[in-house]
């Protein structure tokens, strides 16, 4: 079965832009959840969507949001974006069954998108 | 809070050696604990969860509430584990945490 796929895989944008990254899970994966990954922090967790509403969420600023669609694909977007935000942005989707599913599932993981903030 | 440390950014073991790799966690409820894997030009997989009590690879984690730790252990090093490990802990309904990582450096 196809992977995660993301797009686009680069991206450089100035300061002050906004930027949109997409992610399709793989099928039949209903959440979806979103990482930074730079050099100093290492993988830090966004948030996480299932069935169209977010359900979790990390320690970041406003600017990053994000949705998800009724066939799963998930967007994030950065505004307002400073320097600090070049990273590699992961996507990684997962079964998650329901709401009530207390149970971690394995999380596949998409290449990745590169984001370059100059 | 959820916390993950891997207290060491890279670790050089000669081909054969045993192979220890330290993750240690804050978590006050029962944790989830996963440890993941990314090889050159690959994407992030997981290598095993301490649920499944699986060897993959060879590889084994227990997890040690007492001391707060998921260490990976392998008895043998081969190439091929040149690697970035990362350990990652979960409350439960997908929020995961993942430590810094670790880069396994094997040597030939």
């Known amino acids: 079965k196809a992977g995660v796929t993301q797009t686009p895989r680069y991206l450089i944008k100035t300061r002050g832009q906004q930027v949109t990254l997409s992610c399709s899970p793989i099928?039949?994966?209903?959440?979806v959840s979103w990482y930074q990954q730079t050099p100093g922090q290492g993988l830090q967790f966004l948030f996480e969507y299932f069935s169209e509403t977010q359900r979790n969420k990390g320690n970041f600023p406003g600017r990053f949001s994000g949705r998800q669609f009724s066939n799963s694909r998930s967007e994030m977007n950065v505004s307002t974006l400073e320097l600090g935000d070049s990273a590699l942005y992961l996507c990684?989707?997962?079964?998650?069954?329901?709401?009530?599913?207390?149970?971690?599932?394995?999380?596949?993981f998409g290449p990745g998108t590169r984001l370059t903030v100059l | 809070a959820q916390r993950v440390t891997q207290p060491e950014k890279l670790l050089s073991v000669f081909k054969g050696a045993p192979v220890e790799l330290k993750c240690n966690y804050s978590?006050?409820?029962?944790?989830?604990l996963f440890w993941y894997v990314q090889y050159s030009r690959q994407r992030l997989q997981l290598l095993l969860r301490h649920i499944s009590r699986e060897s993959i690879k060879g590889f084994t984690a227990d997890l040690n509430k007492g001391e707060t730790s998921f260490h990976l252990k392998k008895p043998f090093a081969q190439e091929e584990d040149s690697a970035m490990y990362y350990c990652?802990?979960?409350?439960?309904?997908?929020?995961?945490?993942f430590g810094t990582g670790t880069k396994l450096q094997v040597i030939p």
């Open positions: 099928s039949g994966h209903r959440s």
């Open positions: 990684a989707s997962s079964l998650r069954r329901g709401l009530s599913d207390v149970i971690t599932d394995t999380q596949y």
């Open positions: 990652a802990l979960s409350g439960g309904y997908q929020k995961v945490t």
């Open positions: 978590y006050s409820g029962s944790p989830e």
